[in-house]
Structure formats: structure tokens, C-alpha cells
């Protein structure tokens, strides 16, 4: 048996009024994830385990099955994995966005999703005038980026400037949440406040404002931890070979952590403009060219989710069913061994709050010989009545994977 994960990412929400107070799951027009759930056993699966802020990198982890309380160590230290950077002994990494800071509140956290090759030269810029020994800044795609701090102390309070969309940045600085982390987070709210200086000015910036874009004009670091120890898929489940795809850091490192092989493809984005086709196509490639598991990860619903626009996330899911789905139903009926497919979000990212929650989220679980349940559409409403009601833990991962 070979394994697919179908990741959409931030894919479930509330109903919305102006759906006919329809969640864009159910009001999306997905014939290929109806037939897999009409084909399949439904559930719910709790991801965000109690404690734990509801984001990408918790829910990730514990729908793999981890143990958040042994292995968690932030998100900047699982991208690190994925860029290739080490982390030292005694060194603490951290996601650190580029964000748009408009009458001193933060107006968005991806400063208008800007492009990998502007980012880049306003991080280099920020090297040049703000890292020294303890300090460097790590270019990655987008608005998302890392930054290490040799000494850093992790126990600091940082939020994620994608839960905070319209707050005076100064109400959400950096704050200590042991007594010894507090120069740790003064050095982090003295690096904000200097690349907001620094970058006020930029060509870059001055080129997208004249453009009408939101500039990229601050720095905002979250999520620090030191390397984290995991054992691999292979150790927990027997996977001897497997892959992720994915355009977004955080993804590819979980899965380095996992044992998996990252797939670059041109093309993907993290966005609803992604390369569909090439990353199905990768993840076709892998499950023919002998892996046994694949993680393929679709951020754009997530995005849209960020964005507040419920329409475009209907669209996304649209997307997902006739690009991502079908191409793939189409090409397991070929290939030398019987393939299980799961589809399930990370977590909610309803469009009301934009931003992440904690509600469980549905999924479903395809073999080509499984007895279905009743249910024949995914949706949160729904999946509960599945055959695996509610699921937490390393519920999902186990029953996916059982031989």
C-alpha cells in the first residue's frame, strides 16, 4: 500500500451569511472530493492540542502524530530544516516575517505578499546594517524568513502578525515570559523598531508605494525555539521512503524533521496563483519512482482565509477538486499498488476572524477497499457523523497508515 496526504491548508471555516450561511467547503462545487467521501470514512480530528496556539506548526505536528509537549520547538526552527541552516548548540531561530505597518498598526502580515526577490534585497539590507556576531537574518520565500540569535532565550511572548490584522504594533511588542528572557526580548523590539527606520526609505518600498503595493516596513519576529528532536516516520510507522511538497518553509522542514524528501517545484507559490499541476505531478512522480508516503501541501486556502475573501477561498477549494483531486484519482488507477488517500485542513481559518482557530477540522480517509460510511460530502458540518467520529492524537496518523 502507498500513502497520500492531501494537505489543504486553513481549508475549514464557519458558515457565512453571504453563502447562504454555508461554510466555502460546502458551498464549493467539488464533484472529485464528493466522490472520494461517498467513497471513503469520515471523521474529525482535534489538531491543535490543548494549550497550544492554533498554528500551522502545532497542527502539523500533531496530525503526523507528534508529541507537542516533547518535540515543539517553534517555528523558525523547523524552517531552518527546510533552508538547509543548521541550528548550534546554544542558538535560538525564529520565523521572522516582513510585514506592512500603515498609522503605526499592522495593516497585514505579508506585506502585500511580496515577491521572493524584493524580500530577499531588503533582507540582505537588513544583514548589512543590523546583524553582527549574535545576529543574522536567513532569506526564504515571500514575507516569510528566519533570523538566529546566538544566546537567544525562547521563553519570550511573540504574536503572529496574522492574528493581529488593524493593532497598534506597539499593543503586540515582544514581551518576556521568564525574568531571564528579558534581554532577549529588548534585543528583538530593538531590532523592529531599527528595520522600521531602516527599511522606511528603501528603493524597494518607495517603488511599491509609487505603485500603489503596500510597502515591506518592518521586521516582526515570532515563534523562537532551539533544535527540536524527532523521530522520523520511518522509526514511528515504517515509511521507508517518502516525500513532501510544498511552496511554504515551515511544511518542507517539518517533513526534513520526518524523514521526508523535499520537492522543489517551479511555480508554487503558496498562494491560489500556485503550480497545481506541477506539484501534482511531483507528487504522482514520487509515488511511481518508489516512495511509499507523500506529503502534499496546498497553502492557498489558508491565504484566502488570511485575506477575510470568502469567495476566493470557495475558489481555492474549486481549485483543489479539479486540479489537485481529480488529476490524482485519474492517475492511482494506474500505478502497480493500491494507494490510500487522506484530505483534510491543518485547522480553520475562518474568513470572520482571519486568522487561525482551534475547532477540529474534517477529513476523510480513501482505500480502494474500504466499506464507506454514509457521509457523502466533506464538510465540517458532516464529518463528525463519519464512521471515526472524533479523532485526536496519533489517532488519524495510525488508522491512515495501518497496513
Known sequence: MKYIIILADGMADEPIEQLGYKTPLEAAHKPNLDWLAAHSRVGLLHTVPQGYAPGSEVAHLALLGYDLDRVF?????????????????????????????????????????????????????????????????FPGVSYRHLLKIKGGNKYVHCTPPHDVPGTPYKDVLVKADKPEAEDTAQLLNSLILRSQELLANHPINLERIAKGKDPANSIWPWSAGYKPA??????????????????????????????????????????????????????????????????????????????????????????????????????????????????????????????????????????????????DSLSERTAGNGAFGTMKDDEFITEFLKK
Request: overall charge negative; proline content about 5%.
Open 73 to 137: 520547538e517553534g517555528r523558525g526552527s523547523l524552517e531552518a530544516a527546510s533552508m538547509g541552516i543548521d541550528i548550534e548548540p546554544g542558538e535560538m531561530a525564529m520565523r521572522c516575517n516582513i510585514i506592512c505597518i500603515e498609522n503605526d498598526k499592522i495593516k497585514n502580515h505579508s506585506a502585500g505578499h511580496i515577491s521572493d526577490e524584493e524580500a530577499r534585497e531588503l533582507i540582505e539590507y537588513l544583514n548589512e546594517n543590523l546583524a553582527d556576531e549574535q545576529v543574522r537574518f
Open 230 to 375: 524527532m523521530e522520523t516516520l520511518n522509526t514511528k510507522f515504517g515509511i521507508k521512503k517518502g516525500a513532501v511538497i510544498s511552496a511554504v518553509d515551515l511544511i518542507r522542514g517539518i517533513g526534513v524533521y520526518c524523514g521526508l524528501k523535499p520537492i522543489i517545484v517551479d511555480g508554487a507559490t503558496g498562494l491560489w496563483n500556485t503550480n497545481y499541476e506541477g506539484k501534482v505531478q511531483a507528487a504522482i512522480d514520487a509515488l511511481n519512482d518508489g516512495c511509499d508516503f507523500v506529503f502534499l501541501h496546498i497553502e492557498a486556502s489558508d491565504e484566502a482565509g488570511h485575506e477575510g475573501d470568502f469567495e476566493l477561498k470557495k475558489r481555492t477549494i474549486e481549485t483543489l477538486d479539479s486540479r489537485v483531486c481529480a488529476p490524482i484519482l485519474e492517475a492511482i488507477k494506474n500505478m502497480d499498488e493500491p494507494v490510500s488517500i487522506a484530505v483534510l485542513p491543518d485547522h480553520p481559518t475562518p474568513c470572520s476572524i482571519r486568522t487561525h482557530s482551534s475547532s477540529p477540522v474534517p477529513f476523510l480517509i480513501y482505500r480502494p477497499d474500504c466499506v464507506p460510511d454514509s457521509i
